[in-house]
């Protein structure tokens, strides 16, 4: 059973950090690329940033310099350190992979973000 666990969530004030961890089981973790997505209310859910299998990243033009994708393959975690946070910032953040069976997504982890 394909499970991703999102934890790390919570409330900061403008310009702190904060650090999502998305656990991942039931799958090969290692072969596949991981994403973090996120929805803000009312707005669509955005791709935030993406690792592939050997480490090669993408991030939003919105979040670069500022968020940074890593994994632990020996932990099955995808991480996500957000530094230099913006009340825009504030949404459910969601893990994400794309298997042959399907598309997952984790439960999301709420951050909230106050000027």
């Known amino acids: 059973q394909v499970r991703l666990v999102e934890s790390g969530g919570g409330a900061v004030q403008a310009g702190g950090s904060l650090r999502l961890s998305c656990a991942a089981s039931?799958?090969?973790?290692?072969?596949?690329?991981m994403g973090w997505y996120r929805q803000a209310p009312g707005k669509q859910r955005e791709l935030v940033a993406t690792?592939?299998?050997?480490?090669?990243?993408t991030h939003a033009e919105f979040v670069k310099g500022r968020f940074t994708i890593s994994r632990d393959n020996a932990k099955n975690t995808v991480y996500l350190q957000m530094n230099s946070l913006k009340p825009e910032d504030t949404a459910v953040y969601y893990c994400?992979?794309?298997?042959?069976?399907?598309?997952?997504w984790g439960q999301g982890t709420q951050v909230t973000v106050s000027s």
């Open positions: 039931g799958f090969v973790f290692s072969a596949k690329t």
């Open positions: 690792i592939t299998s050997d480490g090669s990243t």
């Open positions: 994400r992979v794309l298997l042959v069976l399907g598309l997952y």
